[in-house]
């Protein structure tokens, strides 16, 4: 019997924020952006995170297990706010992760994980996870999370951890 290895697919993008008061001139934050994507690649190298495709303005990483997704989002939140009181750069890092299932043949038919993950990437320096990784979750971490009341129910998105992200 072939059980299906389950996969947590994230992605992380970085954004001006909207909140950001129009400047008279184009700044150009690409430079931030860049130091941010590295610290990103460097904590889901810590949580054992595979890089499946790095964007622009952000990076798709996959993680073996939905508690290491969710630790490592936390400490890129942490680790990217450091970096945006420095540079005082107004940027964002916006987080979505969606569990699916590990292709196992080049045959295999390809799923829409990834394309969940970054839909559900809509909160300003926040995580969004969906039901599927929350199901998956330990108890202690399914304490931290809550319902996000404005998503259609049929995708059970989930937000939270601020206990987490306080350090």
Known sequence: MNIARKKYQMHAELLETSTASIEPETVDHSQTIERGLHRIERISAVYLGQIAKRLENGLQITFDTSE???????EMQRRCAA????THDPLTLRIGIHQGVMLERAKDPADSTI???????????GIVISGAVVASLKREFKKLVHPIKDF????????????MLDG
């Not at 970096?83 to 420095?86: A, I």
């Open 152 to 163: 259609p129910p049929e995708v059970s998105a989930h937000t939270g951890f601020p206990e």
């Open 115 to 125: 394309e969940i993950a970054s839909l559900l990437a809509i909160t300003d320096d």
């Open 83 to 86: 970096l945006r009181e420095v």
């Open 68 to 74: 290491a997704a969710v630790l490592s989002a936390c």
